[in-house]
T-cell receptor
Framework: SAVISQKPSRDICQRGTSLTIQCQVDSQVTMMFWYRQQPGQSLTLIATANQGSEATYESGFVIDKFPISRPNLTFSTLTVSNMSPEDSSIYLC???????????FGQGTRLTVV | SQQGEEDPQALSIQEGENATMNCSYKTSINNLQWYRQNSGRGLVHLILIRSNEREKHSGRLRVTLDTSKKSSSLLITASRAADTASYFCATDDQGQGAQKLVFGQGTRLTINP
């Protein structure tokens, strides 16, 4: 199992600013994932963060808007840049174990952009 | 991209009744997982069923998987007020790389006392 600490748990930000979300795992993991959950919606994968290489972004998400760092095997950050009200969402980080094992999620960051 | 569809989108039942939620997906999978989310926070893993399994039980939970129909169901028996939450199915898309999860739209379950 993995315990994930994500912070901040929530924030209210002004439009045009940026917020960096941190995700700390209690064990070394190869891949970390960042998801977005818009209000009342399901989770959508933003990107996969691999240690030692650039993140891999899903369709509709770009590095300029959501830069990701992965400096080591236990830590990652997601930055939401130049925020607009449409970025108001819950952002969750996740790690996955071996194939056919469960994924683990942080408690999420509830972001409100005003 | 979202590939899963869940129905119903919302379900309201009386405490003690059984709740059934369905999930469909589009691609070949290694496994299908069910998660619960309380009040829009982190996800709690409930159960994982592998593609070569047809049924799995965990406590009051029963999950079935039909890979020929690309569908799964989650049954919660003898529901309790504490089961009130949103429930999501998630699949790992073999074609896109294992461990990347694709989530269904979710079912909002309300258990009335």
């Amino acid at each position: 199992s993995a315990v994930i600490s994500q912070k901040p748990s929530r924030d209210i930000c002004q439009r045009g600013t940026s917020l960096t979300i941190q995700c700390q795992v209690d064990s070394q993991v190869t891949m970390m994932f960042w998801y977005r959950q818009q209000p009342g919606q399901s989770l959508t994968l933003i990107a996969t963060a691999n240690q030692g290489s650039e993140a891999t972004y899903e369709s509709g998400f770009v590095i300029d808007k959501f830069p990701i760092s992965r400096p080591n095997l236990t830590f990652s950050t997601l930055t939401v840049s130049n925020m607009s009200p449409e970025d108001s969402s819950i952002y969750l980080c996740s790690v996955a174990g071996r194939l056919n094992t469960e994924a683990f999620f942080g408690q999420g960051t509830r972001l409100t952009v005003v | 991209s979202q590939q899963g569809e869940e129905d119903p989108q919302a379900l309201s039942i009386q405490e003690g009744e059984n709740a059934t939620m369905n999930c469909s997906y589009k691609t070949s999978i290694n496994n299908l997982q069910w998660y619960r989310q309380n009040s829009g926070r982190g996800l709690v893993h409930l159960i994982l069923i592998r593609s070569n399994e047809r049924e799995k039980h965990s406590g009051r939970l029963r999950v079935t998987l039909d890979t020929s129909k690309k569908s799964s169901s989650l049954l919660i028996t003898a529901s309790r007020a504490a089961d009130t939450a949103s429930y999501f199915c998630a699949t790992d898309d073999q074609g896109q790389g294992a461990q990347k999860l694709v989530f269904g739209q979710g079912t909002r379950l309300t258990i009335n006392p």
